[in-house]
């Protein structure tokens, strides 16, 4: 399995303010996926992030709103812009490590207020 | 994605086999069925997949009916700590790359001591 990471693993923020969240993980992989989880939800999938490409969004999900960045094959970063508290959610992570398995990050715990 | 039907709560005694239904009627020839399980609010944690035979690990066993159409994640002696909420995730596997997994809202499974 993989060993994923996430940067931070909770904060509390300002409506309208911007939060990034870091992605690392142990191993190069080609496919890094990005999830919310809004409060007592299933994962909902935001975008997938290609090494070397844009991010490819999710239908209601939109780059002005999560902006990614995959600079490398074992990192990449998720923004959640100009805030509300809708956005309260835990983000995270996923890869796929083998061509059929995929692994997630502990996520990252947003309370807007 | 195929759609996946769960039960939205089970009970299961410690030191039973706890045995979790997936119905996926719809399933297409290229289509693995995944489990994932989620424990209050971690990131998701890959348990086994399958495509058309019965597999086990160190975890779980998976039994999928022949006609595909629907499995079983079974959790051969369970504990306290296996309660949680169980995902059964169908998905395609293309082969040169990969695609996010799409969460239905799972079987919460409450193991009872």
């Known amino acids: 399995s993989a060993v994923i990471s996430q940067k931070p693993s909770r904060d509390i923020c300002q409506r309208g303010t911007s939060l990034t969240i870091q992605c690392q993980v142990d191993s190069q992989v080609t496919m890094m996926f990005w999830y919310r989880q809004q409060p007592g939800q299933s994962l909902t999938l935001i975008a997938t992030a290609n090494q070397g490409s844009e991010a490819t969004y999710e239908s209601g999900f939109v780059i002005d709103k999560f902006p990614i960045s995959r600079p490398n094959l074992t990192f990449s970063t998720l923004t959640v812009s100009n805030m509300s508290p809708e956005d309260s959610s835990i983000y995270l992570c996923s890869v796929d490590r083998t061509e059929e398995t995929q692994y997630f990050g502990p996520g990252t715990r947003l309370l807007v207020l | 994605d195929a759609k996946t039907t769960q039960p939205p709560s089970m009970d299961c005694a410690e030191g039973r086999a706890a045995n979790l239904p997936c119905n996926h009627s719809t399933i297409s020839g290229n289509e693995y069925v995944y489990w994932y399980r989620q424990i209050h609010s971690q990131g998701p944690q890959y348990i086994i997949h399958?495509?058309?035979n019965n597999e086990t690990n160190e975890m779980a066993s998976l039994i999928i009916t022949e006609d595909r159409k629907s499995s079983t994640l079974i959790l051969p002696h369970a504990t306290l700590r296996d309660t949680a909420v169980y995902y059964c995730i169908v998905r395609v596997y293309s082969g040169g790359g990969a695609d996010g997994l799409t969460f239905g809202k799972g079987t919460h499974l409450i193991i009872q001591p």
């Open positions: 399958g495509l058309k």
